[in-house]
């Protein structure tokens, strides 16, 4: 029976050494010594890296040296002792080496508190609680210090109060947790754990018992099954265990349900039966906190390809680390990541110039940022030639070794060798394998792995999962795991969907702001195309004929019908020029980048920070544009002759066509917010500029004809056509079918206006619902 599958009531064991004390938990062994990995780090030069192992066992503890220098029993050397009462040894010699006590812990004896730590990380520290406060934060002078970005400068302070220890959070972004819940304030109880960025905290007396998880934990799915409302079973009770450190592959046919058990293992589509563990903890339960050691990479890259690497990776960490960050730990971790991923000598490099390998490795390397415990990869290698595909790979295997599960869902089967694991789903997601890659070949009698698939195809995948089940591989392999608690589809509850944000809103924006104009500037075609639109625009404004422009007295002194038509005709330039410059600028803006906000929503980014940040830059950008066209287009002409609102007529057919170019704006995001493919914007584009030059009422009256003015009501060019027809007094040419809209007074021209930011705002409410439905779905779980 291995030490995973033990049972719960298997005894526990207290270590005393020095001034830390802590007490294991008979799930896993314990590794005590000097060097990286290990559960209980010693600083003694005579303790080896890894020193001396404690196993659990059904009837109890076991201690295994594995040092150079020995440990000892009095003045006895030991290789293998069984501890059965109360022993102390010395690590390292037996005059100065390290005094280690072990204590057996009985079934149900509670004269210390249970420790939940031991095991899911490795202890770094025992910090002595003086005084009736302490603080924990990223700065050297707090009394618990954890060198950690996702810790803030001053994150939480510990009181010791008459109704018992209360944690504070002091108001960070990434938060902080008592037993995987985010708490504001809370009065801890005996074995509650703290959690704090990568770090677990647990009060012991007046000892706060700090953990660290380096990478080490054990992940486990245990019976997972997922199941459609309508009753179809896309997972079928999916269990194996993997070790820190470990590479998994998950292959399959296509409708094995890869992609369904990817998103039960990371949390976003919890299963609906069966459970996922890291370090002893339940993800589900624990999510909350949990989120933060889960980095996910999808398969299409979602990368700003415009900017540079190191440029993409710094704006990631901006938004990722907590606001109090400095752009020095900032850039170090940046350049951190770039080393890790060997991509230091492309950091400078546009991300569309780089290779298909170097572009997967610059999408991982945005969620190393963090250091994530858990790193999820779906379908990583796809499109990428062979050589591509091998970088990858070993890319992965190297990140699985410096300290991280790495769980890759793939279709390509040419560099499985590189893999600790590997997991083959049959059609109807059922396991068909889980083991060493190489003994798959064995277990099917193939030659490769496409073979492998072919022969899944000739029976049912509930076929080839009773046959692993009942093989001696699966009992090797995966073990016995105990049957869920429950049977059939478990109650539902509702799970936190959104992320907690790093940073406020406020700092968001500015970070987004910055990125967004950082991604225009990079793009120097589009950023030139911007620039000239206007001028081009105002030239074709200048064909229309006529000297007298905006002046309807010089029209009418002229008083040809093409005179008089020319003003109607120049506002009506004008005005449809400003909704095509307000669509063209954002039809593509919002679904372009859907992936990119998809991952940074998960990750808590602000919708209204987001928001906000497209709509300041793109009103900016068409708002020069408005001013230029306008006036370019009106350069040299007349009129108009007596503006209503303010002393400058021009200015008020500025602030009309600016008025319509925005309002189009709004337009342009909410149908860039309802699609789902760039390419579906254009025919969208050609609709909206139809739909504002029919009913504008410039090319032909709308008022008084039956449902063709009342749905005039609801285009933005009929208001702003009004605020400029009412500025150059346009009725006057042609009273028989001026629109009432048009009469030259103040209050008219307010009312056209007020009823063009109406629509302003309501298209940006419908932007904001219409963004909102495409947050990360992850809304049940079992209650």
């Not at 102390?88 to 079934?107: F, K």
């Not at 009273?735 to 307010?750: E, I």
């Amino acid at each position: 029976m291995t030490a995973d599958h033990l049972p719960d009531t298997a005894d526990g064991l207290e270590v005393v050494v020095d001034d830390r004390r802590l007490v294991l938990s008979p799930t896993r062994s314990f590794v005590i010594g000097r060097g990286v990995g290990v559960d209980l780090e010693l600083t003694h030069p005579n303790v080896s890296r890894q020193h001396l192992v404690l196993e659990p066992a059904a009837a109890g503890w076991t201690a295994t040296d594995r040092s150079r220098n020995g440990t000892f029993l009095g003045a006895e050397r030991i290789g293998r002792l069984r501890l059965t009462n109360p022993t102390t040894v010395r690590l390292g010699g037996v005059q100065d080496g390290v005094q280690l006590e072990l204590v057996p812990r009985r079934a149900g004896d509670r004269s210390a508190p249970e420790s939940r730590l031991a095991g899911q990380g490795r202890l770094t520290g025992m910090h002595q609680v003086r005084g009736a406060s302490i603080t924990v934060g990223r700065l050297p002078d707090n009394d618990v210090v954890l060198d950690d970005l996702l810790v803030s400068r001053r994150h939480a302070r510990l009181d010791l109060t008459p109704a018992g220890p209360r944690i504070t959070d002091l108001g960070t972004g990434n938060g902080t947790y008592v037993n995987g819940r985010r708490v504001t304030e809370a009065v801890l109880r005996p074995g509650d754990v703290i959690g704090i960025g990568h770090a677990l905290l647990q009060l012991d007396g007046d000892r706060l018992m700090a953990y660290v998880d380096t990478g080490e934990n054990t992940f486990e799915a245990d019976g997972l099954t997922v199941t459609t409302p309508k009753g179809r079973t896309l997972l079928q009770s999916v269990s194996f265990t993997l070790p820190g450190r470990s590479l998994l592959a998950v292959i399959g046919p296509s409708g094995a349900g890869k992609s369904t058990l990817l998103n039960a293992l990371i949390g976003v589509r919890p299963a609906d039966v069966g459970h996922v563990r890291y370090a002893e903890r339940d993800l589900y339960d624990d999510y909350d906190e949990l989120r933060h050691r889960i980095a996910l990479v999808p398969q299409d890259d979602v990368l700003h390809t415009q900017l540079s690497v190191r440029q993409a990776l710094s704006y990631s960490a901006r938004l990722r680390f907590p606001a109090d960050t400095t752009e020095a730990d900032r850039q170090q971790r940046v350049e951190e990541v770039l080393g890790e991923l060997g991509l230091t000598a492309q950091a400078d490099q546009t991300i569309t110039s780089l290779s298909g390998g170097q572009r997967k490795r610059t999408s991982v390397a945005l969620e190393l940022l963090v250091k994530p415990s858990l790193l999820f990869l779906d379908e990583p290698t796809s499109g990428l030639d062979p050589g591509m595909d091998r970088s990858v790979m070993r890319t992965l295997r190297s990140l699985a070794d410096d300290g991280r599960t790495v769980v890759v869902v793939t279709h390509n089967v040419a560099n499985l060798e590189v893999c600790d694991q590997l997991l083959l789903l049959a059609p109807g997601g059922w396991v068909a394998w889980f083991g060493p890659p190489a003994e798959a070949l064995r277990y099917f009698d193939q030659a490769d792995f496409a073979d492998i698939f072919i022969l899944l195809g000739t029976a049912p995948g509930e076929h080839w999962a009773r046959r692993f089940s009942e093989s001696a591989d699966h009992e090797r392999n995966v073990g016995r795991t105990a049957p869920p608690p429950h049977d059939g589809q478990r109650p539902l509850r509702e799970l936190p969907g959104g992320s907690p944000r790093q940073q406020g809103p406020v700092a968001q924006l500015s970070v987004l702001l910055r990125r967004y104009v950082a991604v225009i500037v990079s793009d120097r075609q589009y950023a030139v195309s911007l620039a000239v639109l206007p001028i081009v625009m105002s030239l074709l404004a200048r064909a229309v004929p006529g000297s007298g422009g905006l002046s309807v007295e010089a029209a009418l002194e002229t008083g040809t019908q093409s005179a008089i038509q020319s003003a109607s005709q120049l506002l009506l330039v004008l005005v449809i020029g400003g909704c095509l410059m307000g669509t063209a600028a954002s039809i593509r803006e919002l679904v372009k980048e859907r992936p990119i906000y998809r991952r940074e929503r998960a990750i808590g980014l602000s919708l209204g920070a987001y928001l906000v940040s497209k709509v300041v830059v793109l009103v900016a950008i068409t708002g020069v544009q408005a001013v230029v066209f306008t006036l370019f287009s009106l350069a040299g002409r007349k009129g108009p002759d007596d503006p209503v609102v303010l002393p400058w007529g021009r200015v008020e057919v500025l602030l009309a066509v600016l008025g319509v170019t925005w309002t189009t704006m709004m337009i342009g995001l909410v149908i860039s917010a309802a699609i789902d493919n760039a390419d579906r914007g254009m025919p969208f584009l050609v609709l909206v500029i139809m739909i504002q030059l029919v009913f504008c009422g410039g090319l032909f009256p709308v008022h008084g004809r039956a449902l063709i003015e009342q749905l005039s009501w609801l285009v933005p060019s009929r208001w702003a056509f009004g605020m400029t027809a009412a500025t150059t007094d346009l009725s006057r040419l042609d009273p028989t079918t001026a629109d009432p809209r048009w009469a030259p007074t103040a209050a008219d021209w307010y009312s056209n206006a007020t009823l063009l930011i109406a629509i302003m705002v309501a298209l940006a409410a419908l932007t904001v619902v219409l963004v909102a439905r495409l947050d990360p779905q992850r809304r049940t779980a079992r209650a």
